[in-house]
T-cell receptor, first 112, second 112 residues
Framework: TQLLEQSPQFLSIQEGENLTVYCNSSSVFSSLQWYRQEPGEGPVLLVTVVTGGEVKKLKRLTFQFGDARKDSSLHITAAQPGDTGLYLC????????????WGLGTSLAVNP | NAGVTQTPKFRVLKTGQSMTLLCAQDMNHEYMYWYRQDPGMGLRLIHYSVGEGTTAKGEVPDGYNVSRLKKQNFLLGLESAAPSQTSVYFC???????????FGPGTRLTVL
């Protein structure tokens, strides 16, 4: 059973388009993180959201944590080829934050 | 600062051979993790350590052993490699007070 469901699994878009990636669960998380992984490298943290309803912006990327802290979304405005990569969400459970629960990832390709 | 390093970067083994993967960090982080990443399976936790001299099993520990004799090093051993252990292995570290994980560049292992 995958505790964190990411959708879509794959996404191929043209430069300049907008997109949204979703991370959903039936479980409550104390915090949720988004990582980006480029080919041949390890994941790198983009953002951590902690409060229900929280919105964080990182340049053209907007991250939102659901009010009930069960889901999150990542919206990219005017995607660039440099945004290409694997986007992973990971959640920390309250009372057991030694391990993260990982989604399977969304593979994004932005074509010039 | 090198951050998190992994050796080797690539390795090819024959079934039944043994090997040790080394993860080294200069970030003075307490927690260290070993993951494997396979297509369609996401990141799966093999073993982790919350401090020098302590280790714990993750979700896929069978066929692997670990040791954390020094705070800065976390070793992953395969005693008798199997083709099912063909994967990309990532080491990650974090402090005890923050969920952000810092990843190494990965080791690509092929077992023939």
């Amino acid at each position: 059973t995958q505790l964190l469901e990411q959708s879509p699994q794959f996404l191929s878009i043209q430069e300049g388009e907008n997109l949204t990636v979703y991370c959903n669960s039936s479980s409550v998380f104390s915090s949720l993180q988004w990582y980006r992984q480029e080919p041949g490298e390890g994941p790198v943290l983009l953002v951590t959201v902690v409060t229900g309803g929280e919105v964080k912006k990182l340049k053209r990327l907007t991250f939102q944590f659901g009010d009930a802290r069960k889901d999150s979304s990542l919206h990219i405005t005017a995607a660039q080829p440099g945004d290409t990569g694997l986007y992973l969400c990971a959640g920390a459970r309250a009372g057991n934050n030694r391990k993260l629960i990982w989604g399977l990832g969304t593979s994004l390709a932005v074509n010039p | 600062n090198a951050g998190v390093t992994q050796t080797p970067k690539f390795r090819v083994l024959k079934t039944g051979q043994s090997m040790t993967l080394l993860c080294a960090q200069d970030m003075n982080h307490e927690y260290m993790y070993w993951y494997r990443q396979d297509p369609g399976m996401g990141l799966r936790l093999i073993h982790y350590s919350v401090g020098e001299g302590t280790t714990a099993k993750g979700e896929v520990p069978d066929g692997y052993n670990v040791s954390r004799l020094k705070k800065q090093n976390f070793l992953l051993g395969l005693e008798s490699a199997a083709p099912s252990q063909t994967s990309v292995y990532f080491c990650a570290t974090r402090t005890s007070g923050d969920n952000e994980q810092f990843f190494g560049p990965g080791t690509r292992l092929t077992v023939l």
